[in-house]
């Protein structure tokens, strides 16, 4: 059974940092795909960035791009995401989530995949919140 632990989130003023980590217990990173999504009130879940362990290769969603960072490491079977320059619209719980298979995120070429395949099916943590306000 595979496990994910979130952690990281708080209380940030625009403009200000935050790196979250999503523990990975009961598989290898190396046989999955890991992507970070969220959810604000009232919205829909995004996808907003996933880590392929198959090339190290990342994808980030628009909203994302250039403020946020994801990276793994290996030896901690963890995958950080770090959050730069947050904006209020960046309010929402962070959710990890692992593949076996891959993860797509919006765009067509943006697909992340494990380095080798095991099966079975995806494994969410339960979130962490993350605020922007003064």
């Known amino acids: 059974q595979v496990h994910l632990v979130e952690s990281g989130g708080g209380l940030v003023q625009p403009g200000g ?10 598989r290898t990173l190396d046989a999955l795909a890991i992507g970070w999504f969220r959810q604000a009130p009232d919205k829909a879940r995004e996808r907003i960035s996933c880590i392929s362990s198959s090339d190290g ?7 994302v791009k250039g403020r946020f960072t994801i990276s793994r490491d290996s030896a901690e079977n963890t995958v950080y995401l770090q ?18 298979n891959r993860i797509d995120l919006e765009s067509p070429l943006a697909t992340c995949r494990p380095r080798y395949y095991l099966g079975g099916g995806d494994y969410w943590g339960k979130g962490t919140l993350v ?3 003064s």
């Open 57 to 63: 290769s990342t994808h980030y969603a628009d909203s």
């Open 83 to 100: 959050m730069d320059n947050l904006k209020p619209e960046d309010t929402a719980v962070y959710y990890c989530r692992a593949d076996p």
């Open 17 to 26: 940092s935050l790196r979250l980590s999503c523990v990975v217990s009961g």
């Open 131 to 133: 605020t922007v306000s």
